[in-house]
């Protein structure tokens, strides 16, 4: 059964930081490209960052560039999102989520897997 479990979130002033992970089970971790999503209410679901499986080839939303990091450690099935000098537009509900061969990162549909989501909260 596939499992992907966010934590990290939180509640934080604008100018933290805060870093999330994403624990996978279920599949062969290493082989799935990996994603950040982000969804704030009233919004549709954004790409924020996103790690792919061969290569390590890494891609962020203009948004971020520049103060999130995405990162993974395949010996841990573990997915990372570094996010500093937080603002309070970041404020949302953060997904993980895996796919085979995504080509479009920023595409949801492009992704298998999803986890539950961990709220990230930054405030003025």
């Known amino acids: 059964q596939v499992q992907l479990v966010e934590s990290g979130g939180g509640s934080v002033q604008a100018g933290g930081s805060l870093r999330l992970s994403c624990a996978a089970s279920?599949?062969?971790?290493?082989?799935?490209?990996m994603g950040w999503f982000r969804q704030a209410p009233g919004k549709e679901r954004e790409g924020v960052a996103a790690?792919?499986?061969?290569?390590?080839?890494?891609y962020y939303a203009d948004s971020v560039k520049g103060r999130f990091t995405i990162s993974r450690d395949n010996a841990k099935n573990t997915l990372y999102l570094q996010m500093n000098s937080l603002k309070p537009e970041d404020t949302a509900m953060y997904y993980c989520?895996?796919?085979?061969?995504?080509?479009?990162?920023?595409?949801?549909?492009?992704?298998?897997?999803w986890g539950q989501g961990t709220q990230v909260t930054v405030s003025s």
């Open positions: 989520a895996a796919g085979r061969r995504v080509w479009g990162w920023a595409d949801a549909r492009r992704y298998n897997y």
């Open positions: 279920g599949y062969t971790y290493s082989s799935y490209d």
């Open positions: 790690i792919y499986s061969v290569g390590g080839s890494t």
